[in-house]
């Protein structure tokens, strides 16, 4: 039995540890205009500690200090939350918490991705409805069935549920749940006027899915504004 | 006491230093493509120095030494303007400086960034009168109450007051003055057909809330132009 | 006569050698917005050897020890694949290896790339036909007769064919063999709501055709849907 | 006296030497989109040397033992070029030489870049007339008087001519040397369906012009297709 200090959660020379791993994807995500102006987020989840980047700082300027450590399981949002590990800095939790949580809870994630991205908020604002909707793209092929299932076919229609936004994130907790459970086959779930929370087995599978829905999203877009029928 | 040379004014093996970090961030700002063409600006203020980046020069290819360092307080425009430290180089004072004053005089702003964003641009042109607005944005939580107050509400509708442009910059001083005198509560300004100014208590909250501006020109814009309603 | 050990075909110094410039090339690309969400992949043809990048993975993280080496000719798909070297991961082999054979077989090129970028899918969709076709424009000169030949004119009329897509890449084979053999001068294949095949004599010639085929492909959107001719 | 070898004027640890400026440069303008798949090109006159880009490759891997020098004044087409140096390898020298030339003969210019950059296109596509013309944007202010002389003011009206494009590069010359001296005061000639020449008293000059410009051709774009008025 060993006496795990705290530090040594968000300390690795391995750069695919968790805690290095945020920082870099969270430049990348800035750099493709996910993560700007403080929003967006991600976490990852190695079998029972979950790692997140903290909320309110540019997520470009992230170091594996910054980094907050929780148990899982642990239910949101009845319970206070429990911390293995938090930053020594004054910064705030996330507050996509208990959204990462639901991808973790119904869907078995190893990692849930929150963007900000502009392909997806137009998407919700020309899909006024509560689905957004396309098909025969070869792009579809890149998103597993729920998200951690089988790869979707070609021949298979995405379906992304929508809800919608409130002024406080940790509200869309379980609106974001009913929609997961209504559209049991979705890898993600927009979020009207707000992003999209896209996840995965693993952060590579998370990372991926979210690069190929926002392909789709953006796509989309342009199919719409150009007068073509994104469903055959 | 001691004597202060004024070169070590800008000498720093900090990386956050003001003299490090306007070079960085204007590095940042040129592949964002809001300071091209020579075009835009940034100061930081720590309590009573001011920092400012030089005029007509490539702001990607800026070094510490060629900043400009004033201090504050300080008369504009009726005053000379005095240095505590100039560049060496035969380089020009940022005539953006008494509209950055704007900002420390009438918001108590430690930093104030200026771009020539296409999307602010693209904003002043197809928002013809005298203010943009845009609610129901998710990023509009990232703007403070008049750039330094408290963050804005999902439910707030955002007011970014747009003045005339000048042939010379420094003759937007009054008319941006009074723009932030009609609009307390606004936390930028833009200048038609020209860019915006945006302003913050450091330089951390100026460039994140730069960030949300310009992503709420964005999507306003592409809104406009799609036919959807910017205000519900 | 030496025993040559498989490892030794992707470890050198040398960074123009396959198994270096692929990883890079695939950042590149994944820049550019080509092979993003695992989609797209690119090979090189050295003599006797092709080297290919692994399929389903990030593109942009791929190293040399990911890198297949396939030994030239080889039949498909009728034969069972045979390899000079599999990296010691589970990674699959690229699905587009019989596309990429076509271009060999057809057209003895020694490079091949398929990118997935939104410019080639908006052209199968703007083009609802059997071939994209633009004229006068200056790109058109850095595209080869047959993808190999002598370079095109300002004055030729630029045709890449467009087939239709389908579940599996590889069923793509045939159709795609037989668009090559009714447009011999065609230097690509695009592939409905896929994206687009494009070879060289060598790699240089393969990326710098894939980057005027793309820009052509982006201005054709731009002016279509501008209201402008294409072809004059 | 010293005998010259010409290799030494390549070789220099100054990063600010022509010869490693050009390389530097071509990689930012490659990933600005104006000098893709070999197209576009820089060169810079140092008193009676002026260093050129090779034509025909990828301009993002330029190194400094490519640049080709030539001697100032020379006379086009007339005479047989004369090189002061020119790379071992088998590389072509640019097909913009005579036009760089211009520059240097028309306008005294020290720098001279060439882009195919989409919106100098689109540009020339959305002005079917002999020039573009765009008033009250204040990236106009970055722009001189004939390239070469006074900064414009916000209240000029910006006139680039348009000449039309030719099979071979070199034909422009004539067509452009009128086009220069029938808008004396152009600091740029667009080349339908082609790109665009701008030139500065040095590089800088160059560089930041032809960013303005761009940024002017970009927003004019924008606005013609949004219905917008682009001079008042």
Redesign the interface.
Known sequence: MSLEIPESLVISSDPLHPANLIPELCRTFYHL?WV????GGICIRLDDKVYIAPSGV?KERIHPSHIFVLPYPQAFPNADRVFLRRPALDLKESACTPLFWNSFDLRGAGSCIHT?S?NA??AT??WPGPVFTIS????IK?VRIGGVGAAM???DTLEVPIIE???HEEDLRESMAEAMKKYPDAAAVL?R???VYVWGLDW?RA???T??LD?LF??GV??K??G?QTVL
């Open positions: 205009g700007t102006g403080t929003g540019q900000h502009q908020v137009m604002l020309l025969h793209q070869e792009m890149g076919s070609y021949l936004n409130t002024p979020v006027r707000h992003g590579q990372k991926t899915q690069e190929c392909y953006e796509v342009k199919m504004l150009a073509l």
